[in-house]
């Protein structure tokens, strides 16, 4: 066997175990928090779609004398 192979194997194996654990922790959330994240992302994504239909709102101030 190449010594890079084994190399290969162990740098596999660690992003392997930061995956495993990232997954774990995000399992382990709990549902008012993803409910929370999921409102959130609505709500941005709807002001999002609101600026990019009428982006001239806000833009201007008109002012009569």
């Known amino acids: 066997m190449d010594i890079s192979s084994y190399a290969a194997q162990g740098l596999y194996s660690v992003q392997r175990a930061v995956s495993m654990a990232m997954l ?3 399992m382990h959330m709990d549902s008012t ?4 994240l999921m409102q959130d992302m609505v709500n941005v994504n709807k002001s999002i779609m609101e600026n990019s239909v009428t982006p001239h709102i806000g833009g201007n101030v008109d002012i009569s004398l």
């Open 24 to 26: 774990q922790k995000t």
């Open 33 to 36: 928090t993803v409910g929370t």
